[in-house]
């Protein structure tokens, strides 16, 4: 890793995030901009949590929630009935139901390719975000919106979003996981952008919807993008340590398999 510029050297955030990745021995730029990322993020959410307990976000979440209503009722968002359905087609995406399924499935397919420490850890890691987006609930328990008409059920607390923090949670750790897989930088690109395209259009759909403060679902793709970034960051610390596979060589070493079979 290069030496850091000398305008950052002291700087107590570098100084200790870099103190960290000599005891931890992580020879990457990576796993450092994670933690940046994850201390960033944190910050981020415990500062927006502290504006929302003092009702400074209440005029804004406000304004936004109205501004995507008919101003002539307000039981009715804007647009045609198709976006309607549309964003709840999309909300879906991250439902519990969804996430659980789409995590079973990329978990099968990594057993099935002999990787299935990694497998396990994705399994710990969103399922252990899930049980942070219900702690958190309890713990906030703020009531949803009652400014207009709910676009569908709900059955829990408003902040942090469920369906924000979870999709960013299980789609960005995904995406990162295949990302590190391919070598491919079309194919690195085009995997993060879906990652981070599906988590904003499930988190705007629940704004949209009715069903969630605006300030709801940014605390949640906070949370759970630093919840993604902290657990990829302990998946680099593994790999590096041999405890779970490393993606990129189990796919160097299933690919040379293959062709020692042909």
Request: charged residues 15%; contains cysteine.
């Amino acid at each position: 890793m290069k030496a850091l510029p000398s305008g950052y050297r002291n700087n107590p955030l570098v100084t200790r995030v870099n103190a960290l990745r000599l005891a931890l021995r992580l020879n990457e730029v990576g796993p450092v901009i994670t933690l940046l990322a994850v201390s960033l993020l944190g910050y981020g959410f415990f500062a927006l949590a502290h504006e929302v307990g003092e009702g400074s976000t209440a005029a804004l979440d406000r304004k936004i929630l109205l501004a995507l209503r008919n101003p002539a009722d307000i039981s009715d968002p804007i647009g045609p009935r198709w976006l309607e359905e549309t964003m709840r087609d999309i909300t879906g995406l991250g439902s519990v139901f969804t996430i659980v399924f789409v995590t079973a499935a990329a978990c099968a397919y990594l057993a099935m390719t002999r990787r299935r420490r990694i497998a396990v850890f994705v399994i710990a890691a969103i399922g252990g975000g899930e049980i942070a987006s219900t702690v958190l609930k309890l713990f906030y328990h703020r009531p949803r919106p009652d400014l207009v008409p709910h676009g569908m059920e709900v059955f829990t607390a408003s902040f942090p979003s469920g369906h924000a923090m979870m999709s960013a949670i299980a789609y960005l750790t995904l995406a990162s996981l295949i990302a590190r897989v391919d070598r491919q930088r079309g194919v690195k690109i085009l995997v993060l952008t879906i990652g981070v395209s599906m988590t904003l259009l499930v988190g705007i759909s629940r704004i949209y919807l009715g069903v969630h403060w605006p300030s709801d679902v940014v605390a949640g793709w906070c949370v759970g993008a630093a919840w993604a970034a902290l657990c990829w960051f302990v998946a680099l610390v593994l790999q590096q340590r041999g405890e779970v596979e490393a993606p990129s060589s189990s796919a160097s070493r299933d690919a040379r398999n293959e062709n020692e079979a042909a």
